[in-house]
């Protein structure tokens, strides 16, 4: 009786079991209430009223403030649902990785920032209205600058969700396409120079956040390409 619940006539899973094979990808995108529910909670823990550490560094002094740094910074989240949309309807292997993988990456970021309160500083942002300009770009600046807090910062989400999103398109068959490549390549770099061009991060941030995103791309992906090769150097042997 009991098999006969979990399977059909033809041997196919029943029940929550059939259920769970067919959607489980729609699944993991449950996660993200959770995560943004987390976020929130440390984003009011972890501010400036309380000790954290300054992720700014002598260098950070070099580099100028461009408003229309804004519109990459802005493709951020465009750009990993553009992702995730097109593996939902092309690999479902590769959308579980890369839903494993944005999971990975923004708990242990935002775990860490709870840890280790971090932070630019006061000033860190310029003015907007002492530039002596007003456009489009600094309304956006300043909308930003009102919605995130300068606390939270290392390592840097934007540049995490970026190699996500280039992790994403490596695992699928897009890769196939030199050109549509290089130019994710090139939005996903432009998003990661956005981060301090507009000054919502320091250097640091961004290199801590491309070491983060490495180490966790190698946790998802790196297990199965070394299946994959194991499997073809037995092949090779035994053919």
Not at 84 to 108: I, P
Not at 171 to 200: C, G
Request: a positive charge.
């Amino acid at each position: 009786m009991k098999s006969e619940k979990l399977l059909d006539a033809g041997g196919s899973p029943t029940g929550f079991r059939a259920v769970w094979k067919k959607y489980r990808n729609y699944f993991t995108l449950l996660y993200l209430p959770f995560y943004l529910a987390a976020f929130f909670l440390v984003e009011r823990i972890v501010t400036d009223d309380v000790p954290f550490l300054s992720t700014v560094l002598p260098v950070d002094a070099y580099i100028p403030f461009c408003e229309w740094a804004i519109v990459p910074y802005m493709l951020w989240f465009p750009l990993m649902v553009i992702v995730g949309l097109y593996l939902l309807f092309t690999d479902d292997k590769a959308l579980a990785r890369y839903m494993r993988f944005l999971a990975l990456g923004f708990f242990s970021t935002i775990l860490f920032c709870f840890l280790v309160p971090n932070g630019t500083a006061p000033g860190f942002r310029p003015d907007l209205e002492a530039l002596g300009r007003s456009n489009i770009a600094t309304k956006m600046c300043g909308a930003i600058y009102a919605a995130d807090t300068y606390t939270n910062v290392l390592p840097s989400i934007h540049v995490v969700g970026s190699f996500m999103s280039l992790f994403g398109f490596l695992d699928s068959k897009i890769r196939k396409n030199k050109t549509l490549l290089v130019l994710i390549s090139i939005l996903a770099a432009l998003i990661v120079a956005s981060t301090v061009l507009v000054k919502q991060h320091a250097v640091i941030d961004i290199v801590v956040g491309i070491v983060w995103s490495l180490a966790d791309g190698a946790i998802i992906y790196l297990p199965g390409l070394l299946r994959k090769r194991k499997a073809k150097k037995e092949a090779e042997a035994n053919g």
